[in-house]
């Protein structure tokens, strides 16, 4: 049976991987993220070893002991755990940090990818494995948008672009052409959140993948917990981008999403 090897960090995703993965005939060998993969992951798969994140000699090695060449990234890490004290990086991981231009998501991802591979380890598309997941195209609940959430949308829709062209983020909350938030490091909920609160309600969210996306990695997200944070804020509408982004648990979702008055639509560029 070929193996593969799942590096798992925060939320559903990991084990949707996992699910899929065996359903084509794999063996799942989980690396998790300590303090962030669900405990519930290792009943979704073969072997699993549990790893502090910032040891990626250890997860590079833990890897290869099972004898992997092909894995999966899956599952949000946050950056900002770097400047919390919640990574205590290995002498592996203090290098590749010596070695970046920047400490941006790419760059991070990239330099990880990389060692991966020196050491014989191909990182495949996350896509690959959840590919019915993937955002539709069109409004996705019953109820849709008007025309002003419409052109919330398409500004929200160029400024979050420009963001993931630098890096800085994937999610802008808007109201009224006026944007109330740009994620940055705190991520995608906690942008949610502070942009809604300045909205007072109505928000408009914006969620898009970054104009040159890497499928292996970082590929954009949205589940119930992002529902949570715009019902909390009275958010109207989540636009985000069709067939770039994953869409967790969507038939639950969209009914939560329908049950709040929040309208969702999977948008697409249409030049």
């Not at 109201?175 to 991520?187: C, L, N, P, Q, T």
């Not at 909205?199 to 969210?205: L, M, P």
Request: hydrophobic fraction near 45%.
């Amino acid at each position: 049976m070929k193996k593969i090897g799942l590096i798992a960090g925060m939320g559903g995703l990991p084990k949707v991987i996992a699910a899929e993965a065996k359903a084509k005939g794999f063996h799942v060998m989980a690396v998790a993220l300590e303090s962030l993969a669900d405990k519930g992951l290792s009943s979704h798969v073969d072997e699993i070893k549990w790893v502090n994140v910032g040891k990626l000699g250890t997860i590079i090695d833990s890897l290869k002991r099972a004898g992997i060449t092909e894995a999966v990234m899956a599952g949000k890490v946050p950056k900002s755990l770097m400047y919390k004290g919640g990574i205590k990086p290995d002498l592996r991981a203090m290098k590749l940090l010596f070695t970046l231009k920047d400490r941006s998501d790419d760059s991070i991802l990239l330099a990880i990818t990389k060692e991966l591979e020196n050491d014989g380890i191909t990182l495949l598309k996350t896509t690959d494995f959840c590919a019915t997941m993937l955002t539709p195209e069109g409004v996705l609940t019953k109820e849709g948008i008007t025309e002003d959430e419409e052109r919330d949308i398409l500004f929200g829709w160029k400024v979050a672009k420009e963001m993931g062209r630098l890096d800085i983020g994937q999610t802008v909350v808007v109201k009224d052409r006026a944007v109330m938030a740009v994620e940055a490091i705190e991520g995608t909920d906690e942008a949610i959140k502070r942009g809604g609160t300045y909205a007072r309600e109505g928000a408009v969210v914006v969620k898009v993948s970054k104009p040159h996306q890497d499928m292996r990695f970082d590929v954009p997200v949205v589940g119930l917990r992002t529902l949570k944070a715009m019902i909390e804020v009275k958010a109207r509408v989540l636009a985000v981008e069709a067939k770039k982004s994953i869409l967790l648990q969507r038939e639950h979702f969209l009914k939560e999403a329908e049950e709040a008055g929040i309208s969702v639509v999977g948008h697409r560029d249409k030049h």
